[in-house]
């Protein structure tokens, strides 16, 4: 609606331009913090209308507001601006990179709120993954559901800089190892080693979630050596302590013999042949027992009872003798 007037002294052909007063002006945006960003994450406004960055056509008026907020409503750019006779204008922001580790085994839930306006971004975070999320400077709340547990963990975000956020998992791994206070060497094969009931290998035993474990280690036989709830985490190692006796039985006979080893309560058997002259070592528990041997020598059977409180050797004598004749 602008009137323009115009005196033209016309001696000679004469050619009069009039121009459109709409003008282009292509806008981009940049961090001060120098910080890689994705221009769709940002909400850009001029005088109220979104736009989109880039170049926008047919500008009217001299002065814009130009308004520019994060995915939160946290206003990064907010000012009245003459852009006539510009062909481009940057929009300088702040942001700060949030930065979260996710270290949890399984996926996590979590949703990020902005304490002013309540706003929140929810997203799912896989295992050993990093999300970067790029943010005006604001106080935030994270709210992480572990996948791992299910237990959920509110975090405060002061955001004046970059910040990097461990979500650690709540699984740990620990090595196990088996110690005989009497210090006789043994065989970890020979040992039945559970946690919370289930049967496991000594060693690292990884992926461990709960506190609390219940411990238990039987014999052979089934004669509990170790029986108690243990607190695991924050350990690397734990050592289990037994104690363990050595019941040694020497075979003299000249043939071979059969032998059962009976623990008198649970009446659980152990079954072994003992050739000539031989030695058998077992590494058990306390407890009463019987061994049954059946000689090669007479087919005879002799029952020995055995009180196994300390360690013990039981001689298996041969029936044979020698005479000297003249």
């Given at each position: 609606?602008?009137?323009?007037?115009?005196?033209?002294?016309?001696?000679?052909?004469?050619?009069?331009?009039?121009?459109?007063?709409?003008?282009?002006?292509?806008?981009?945006?940049?961090?001060?913090?120098?910080?890689?960003?994705?221009?769709?994450?940002?909400?850009?406004?001029?005088?109220?209308?979104?736009?989109?960055?880039?170049?926008?056509?047919?500008?009217?008026?001299?002065?814009?507001?130009?308004?520019?907020?994060?995915?939160?409503?946290?206003?990064?750019?907010?000012?009245?601006?003459?852009?006539?006779?510009?062909n481009e204008y940057r929009i300088e922001i702040v942001l700060y990179e949030l930065q979260i580790k996710h270290l949890a085994r399984e996926n996590s839930d979590l949703v990020l709120i902005e304490d002013v306006t309540l706003n929140i971004y929810t997203f799912i975070m896989t295992p050993d993954s990093i999300k970067l999320i790029m943010v005006g400077s604001s106080d935030y709340t994270l709210e992480?559901?572990?996948?791992?547990?299910?237990?959920?963990?509110?975090?405060?975000?002061?955001?004046?800089?970059?910040?990097?956020?461990?979500?650690?998992?709540?699984?740990?791994?620990?090595?196990?190892?088996?110690?005989?206070?009497?210090?006789?060497?043994?065989?970890?094969?020979?040992?039945?080693?559970?946690?919370?009931?289930?049967?496991?290998?000594?060693?690292?035993?990884?992926?461990?979630?709960?506190?609390?474990?219940?411990?238990?280690?039987?014999?052979?036989?089934?004669?509990?050596?170790?029986?108690?709830?243990?607190?695991?985490?924050?350990?690397?190692?734990?050592?289990?302590?037994?104690?363990?006796?050595?019941?040694?039985?020497?075979?003299?006979?000249?043939?071979?013999?059969?032998?059962?080893?009976?623990?008198?309560?649970?009446?659980?058997?152990?079954?072994?042949?003992?050739?000539?002259?031989?030695?058998?070592?077992?590494?058990?528990?306390?407890?009463?027992?019987?061994?049954?041997?059946?000689?090669?020598?007479?087919?005879?059977?002799?029952?020995?009872?055995?009180?196994?409180?300390?360690?013990?050797?039981?001689?298996?004598?041969?029936?044979?003798?020698?005479?000297?004749?003249?």
């Open positions: 609606g602008i009137t323009t007037t115009y005196d033209i002294n016309l001696n000679l052909d004469y050619i009069l331009t009039l121009n459109s007063s709409y003008y282009d002006i292509y806008f981009s945006l940049f961090d001060l913090n120098l910080h890689a960003i994705d221009p769709n994450l940002y909400e850009f406004r001029l005088n109220g209308t979104i736009q989109d960055f880039g170049l926008i056509t047919d500008l009217q008026t001299d002065d814009y507001a130009i308004t520019v907020v994060d995915r939160f409503g946290t206003s990064l750019f907010d000012d009245v601006i003459t852009l006539r006779g510009l992480w559901t572990n996948g791992e547990n299910g237990v959920m963990t509110s975090i405060s975000i002061v955001l004046t800089d970059d910040r990097v956020v461990m979500l650690n998992t709540s699984y740990y791994d620990i090595y196990f190892s088996l110690f005989d206070l009497n210090l006789h060497n043994i065989d970890l094969n020979q040992y039945e080693f559970r946690l919370n009931g289930t049967i496991q290998d000594f060693g690292l035993i990884i992926d461990l979630q709960t506190d609390d474990y219940a411990i238990t280690v039987v014999d052979r036989f089934g004669t509990s050596l170790f029986n108690s709830i243990i607190t695991l985490r924050d350990l690397n190692e734990y050592r289990i302590d037994i104690t363990l006796y050595e019941l040694q039985i020497r075979h003299l006979a000249t043939e071979n013999s059969n032998l059962i080893l009976t623990e008198d309560i649970s009446g659980n058997d152990y079954l072994f042949i003992m050739t000539p002259d031989s030695i058998k070592l077992i590494v058990i528990g306390f407890a009463d027992y019987t061994l049954n041997w059946t000689n090669g020598e007479n087919g005879f059977t002799t029952s020995i009872p055995i009180a196994l409180t300390t360690d013990r050797v039981v001689m298996l004598d041969t029936t044979y003798h020698d005479v000297y004749f003249s």
